[in-house]
């Protein structure tokens, strides 16, 4: 945009607005620059943070007018550059709008604001014996808006679902000014679903102005399972035949050796540091349903060679097992200057396969990894082991991760479980996607926004992107592990 | 199309089809010219059956250079009118295209062709204690593809999810002839998600080629509890504690006073014919969770004033108690020489409230009306009575039905629940959605189709042909009932 024009749509942004909505101070603008990917980070040209839904209409008017990309943010704890902001473009955060507007315990709803924190719908459905389920690890700070745009998981997505499962109804704003009513109490809702669409769609199709969630009773009562193995295919196997025999866990975690042998200096020796593996099995419901769970996961775990199998007998004791786990992240911090946090999903089958492919791009890197899994629903989360000061290193890092995550999916999986794409996995959607699928994402881009101004060069490569990176499609097409069954 | 062009296409189809994926005669053409809803019937140019997707392709291809309209048609039983034929177009039905691809019963999966029955699929996974969820009344002959495109739902969809929460990718062929996977067994998909903007599209969006479908462990018991209730508003009442209080059973029908004198004479005396409405409550699982759940189900059906409650002791006595219901819709048959079957859903909390104005619409229309509910996610079938041989009756029953979904929607609803809009309710689709709605469903459509050659004039409306009917949109605009609490 020549400056001319810049100053003029400062000046009509200014001349609207009131001064609570925007930000154009450079220093002020910092806190903006990056969400929770840190090593990506831009200025955008202002930061306008509307009151309501009035605000943001108008903002987007002036966008279209001026021909301003747009990047909404939520509370910027994507892990993907979602919220990156780009060059010359308004970020439209969305955290003052963050009422509770309508909570009904008998319906079990909640209909909310963007901005709601995801921790705060659970407290305040908390006096009425409900909650909301989905826990991504950021729930204390991330917002509802931020997880429908990203359609977050957690560690009991495996039993209640994604971000999508728990929603009944969204107000979008496209970026062309229109006002969508998407979802509701039908079963079956006519037309064409845009509900699921809008979900995780990263920014690219409009913005959410007001999320209807699904509220769950409160399970009376939780317990976990910790079973070390002493190889990774025999969890692996373990984790597998607890889905088949018809459990659903709320949640099954696994850890490697390495992440077990780092957690044991901050928490103690919660678990075997000799076991190749060790799974976090969780029942929750009513006293008898877990009890009878309980009993039926130790069967299963048990034949499939568990060497030790803990059960917590106390709130205090499930809290204790879990501690380990918890403390993953920061033992990596521990362990290296840096880590980076990758996110990828396989068929759970494949748990012990996708490790030694882990294992033999670590020694190829030379950098270390130790893996932490939500095994239940096979997302994978292998924490690279790096120093971000010693030349070339986080080149590096990126290079081993995106080859991690062409490996899951010539195991069948994807390139990412819960995280999203962003900017950070832009250049992998060219090894998921097909052209005719990677084109059909691209019409339907044009179709919410045919300008093409909302947070532009995330999520979806353009097609010249992936034929100049030479990347190589392998879902459908030629795999590098031709005895796999074919998904 | 001008007649030579016609003849041209017909004749590129009959060179390069095999004579058994072809249909042109006109006698022979005839069992497809309706769907289930038989009162719209159209014949064809030509019938296609494709053995496989490279004769799908070819045909398509075909029809892109002659500009011919395509509908897609699975088992010819949805009750919309989805599989109604366009006049000079192809009709192309998917039966041929039937085999079990792949079951895999650890990953308790199953890859389908999408002219698989519906209950094909459960017939096959018996052997490992699985079976297939959405059960919808036709599911006998109905087909998976057509499950698919429907979004088909079943008396238990409301603790096990309509077809799209059973479903894990689909491989869709676009009218454009691109081939794209959709889905997976990640947990969140990269990219934008359109496995569920696909599922329930009504043909509009593309060919479904192949389905991959969750499977679920049999579960070894389940009981039903019929409740007699002495009105209408406190079996509604019921049903929201029942799901207020955290319960999910396996199906929670209802049937007005007018239903069980109906179904009375064919299945003897199961329900009490004094009451004004009557629950079936099923709940399944293990034996001590199907103890629990019936004691608590009991004790809110007491609390809330069910004047009579029994409990099924035996397999034997449990299908007994579901007689009546499944007798409801041959009981309305013998009651007049025609019933129409509406499909309509409104927030559970409103079930009395939509019995009112039924009966209100009833005596307005001087046509009777009896209602079978599934009650538990606010989907109700009203059957309307008429005799399609008095002049007028099946306008003014098609003009009730209609004022049924205006109703529905004033409440919060929607005008179907399960069965599609297709061609019956197009116009009560300008009641649903708002303009900008209905633009937003035609841009997607035009993304997929720009040629705009698939099931032309079907569930989604042209603008100008709302403006023309003059329906309200009343979903976020002026409500016939001011004192409802808005959606």
């Given amino acids: 945009m020549p400056a001319l024009t810049t100053d003029l749509f400062l000046h009509d942004l200014a001349a609207s607005l009131p001064v609570d909505a925007r930000v154009v101070d450079r220093e002020r603008m910092r806190v903006f620059e990056c969400d929770a990917l840190s090593a990506y980070q831009q200025l955008p040209l202002a930061v306008v943070l509307p009151a309501d839904e009035a605000q943001l209409l108008h903002t ?11 990047v909404a943010r939520g509370a910027g704890t994507g892990l993907s550059g979602g919220a990156l902001p780009v060059a010359g473009g308004v970020l439209l955060s969305l955290s003052r709008m963050n009422r509770l507007l309508e909570l009904d315990p008998l319906a079990r709803t909640a209909r909310l604001q963007p ?32 997880n429908v745009a990203e359609n977050a998981g957690g560690v009991h997505c495996l039993k209640y ?16 000014g229109e006002v969508l009513s998407l979802g509701g109490t039908a079963p079956d809702a006519p037309g064409l679903d845009l509900l699921p669409l809008l979900t995780g769609s990263e920014g690219l199709l409009g913005f959410i102005t007001e999320v209807t969630v699904r509220l769950l009773p409160k399970p009376p009562l939780a317990r976990v399972i910790m079973a070390a193995f002493p190889t990774v295919d025999r969890a692996a196997d373990a984790v597998a035949q607890l889905i088949a025999s018809g459990l659903i866990p709320a949640a099954v975690e696994m850890m490697d050796r390495a992440t077990v042998q780092a957690v044991t200096p901050l928490v103690g020796p919660i678990y075997p540091t000799d076991a190749a593996a060790v799974l976090l099995v969780e029942a929750d419901g009513s006293e008898a349903e877990v009890a009878g769970d309980i009993e039926r996961m130790q069967r299963v775990l048990q034949e499939r060679g568990a060497s030790q199998l803990t059960v917590s007998d106390s709130e205090a004791e499930r809290l204790q097992l879990w501690a380990g786990r918890k403390a993953a ?10 880590y980076y946090c990758m996110d990828g999903s396989i068929p759970r089958q494949q748990l012990g396969r996708i490790l030694q492919e882990i294992e033999a791009l670590s020694a190829e890197f030379g950098l270390p990894c130790i893996n932490v899994f939500h095994a239940g629903d096979g997302n994978l989360h292998p924490l690279i082991l790096f120093d971000a000061n010693a030349p070339g290193q986080f080149e590096r890092t990126e ?17 990412t479980g819960e995280h999203g794409v962003g900017v950070e996995k832009i250049q992998s959607m060219c090894v998921q996607f097909s052209r005719a699928e990677l084109s059909s994402f691209h019409q339907l ?33 030629q795999l590098p592990f031709p005895d796999l069954p074919r998904f």
């Fill in 60 to 70: 987007l008017a002036l966008c279209r007018q001026y021909r301003v990309p747009v």
């Fill in 115 to 146: 901005g709601v924190r995801n921790l705060a719908i659970s407290e305040a459905a908390a006096p009425h014996g409900l909650y909301y389920a989905p826990d991504p690890s950021s729930q204390i700070a991330c917002s509802i808006g931020g």
């Fill in 161 to 176: 679902g994604l971000t999508v499962h728990n929603l009944l109804a969204l107000r979008v704003v496209t970026m062309e």
């Fill in 329 to 338: 992240f920061p033992a990596a911090a521990r362990l290296a200057p840096d």
């Fill in 399 to 415: 290079a081993f991760g995106a080859r991690i995550l062409e490996a899951c999916v010539a195991l069948g999986g994807a390139i």
């Fill in 445 to 477: 881009k044009q179709a919410f926004d045919p300008q093409g101004l909302l947070n532009p060069g995330k999520a979806i490569p353009e097609l010249h992107r992936c034929a100049e990176h030479g990347r190589l499609h392998v879902h459908g097409g």
